[in-house]
């Protein structure tokens, strides 16, 4: 035990817990982006998704936003007013009910076009031209989310037996897997290298260890 406390050093550790939290914040994307993924198109001919699915294609149809990531200020009159939009949670329809799917900020156009084209579709018009392309992961929605998703559907006249009914909320989420795989991959690394420092010095003390049993006493 103390040879390996001795052979841990304040350069090991950084490697060690550097590589840990690089892996940690990787580790979903990294493993999401090997999974075959399904599309768009999928989803509206039924295909199975759970937490962790790989999402990837053209966004057929967009609903309404149900909630925005706006942060706010308060101004010099005491009025809280918004500050900056970082997104909008928009509604895609698939067949066993709905989804959420997080934009980013430069999206929201994007989105709020094809909205536009969605309802008109939904009213005789042509089919949505509009083509935003989405890699991303669907993950269970985040509770603060919930209860606008909830309104957002009971407004459209769904009950709550049939909102129930579609099971629990997913949201989608933009992923760069490219990024998430060379961070994994950056993590992995330097946890190797870690150990491999470690052992380094651990065989250092044990030869010094075992050299020191050998020498004569005088």
Known sequence: M???MQSINSGILI???????????????????????VTFEDLL?????????????NVVYALDYFATDT?????????????????????IPFHGGYLGLK??????ISFDKLTEETYAFLKGGQK???????????????KELIPYFYKYLTDAGYTEEDIKGMG?????????????RI????????????AVIFRRIYRRFCILEEFSKDMPIA
């Open 45 to 57: 001919e039924g295909k199975g998704i759970k937490a962790g699915s790989h999402i990837e294609g």
């Open 183 to 194: 961070v994994f991959t950056v993590g992995a690394l330097l946890l190797f290298l870690s």
């Open 71 to 91: 942060t706010y200020k308060k101004g010099s009159d005491g009025i809280v007013i918004p500050k900056k939009n970082w997104g909008n949670y928009y509604i």
């Open 128 to 142: 949505p031209q509009m083509k935003i392309f989405i890699d991303g992961e669907i993950k269970p929605m985040k």
């Open 168 to 180: 629990t909320p997913f949201l989608i989420r933009s992923r760069a897997f490219t990024i998430n």
């Open 2 to 4: 103390k040879k390996i």
């Open 15 to 37: 490697l060690f817990v550097t590589g840990m939290i690089l892996i940690l914040f990787s580790f979903s994307g990294f493993f999401t982006s090997f999974l075959t993924p």
């Open 103 to 108: 934009t980013d900020r430069s999206q929201n």
